[in-house]
């Protein structure tokens, strides 16, 4: 499993597998942005320390929205850390019971039906029930939550009911996406199909886009 790598000064990207967990180390306590597919709460909590803190820095687990590869550690990391669960209203039985998740819809398009038949759905299958967690704090739409200097919450249904991107207000402005903007493949693969092919491939349509944003990061790298 790769490192965790520092983006910009105070966030980190943690891989854990097909997804990201982001940390945001702020001087009032640090905040976990999802939390990966079961079984990854060790490379989540490596992560941790590879940032230089210990899982008790640890104060907010932030849940952009619950599928099982960004709530399947969440109770593991609940508990080696202490912190606070956050998650939108829509979402929060599935992440209090650890399911049933909601079925997922393929965007359109043979490539999109290929991809989501051969590497995404066998993996989903697996994982059909996480550990329920509870949460702490629900989420709501424009609210701007006092930590890390200000993350502003933004309720982007679509992808998932209870979907929230967050705004972190550091740096001129980073977008947390998440699933809201995401690609299955990695981006030279991606580069690869669409030469051969003349498709443009998008798992999931993007429907919205921040402009003047200094910079935003994909949940799913
Ligand atoms: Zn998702």
Known sequence: MAAARQVVPGLFVIPTGIVNTFLIDAPDGCVLVDAGLPGRDADILRGVAAAGRRPTDVRHLIVTHAHPDHIGSLAAVRAATGAAVYCHPADAPIVT?????????????????????LFVRPILRRFAQADPTPVDETLHDGQVLPIAGGLTVLHTPGHCAGQVCLLWQAHGGVLLAADRIRRVLGGQMVAAIEKLMGLVLTAVAVEMILAGLKRYFIGDL
């Open 97 to 117: 019971a650890g399911g049933p998740f909601r079925p997922l819809d393929v965007t359109p398009g043979v490539v999109n039906w290929l991809v989501w038949r």
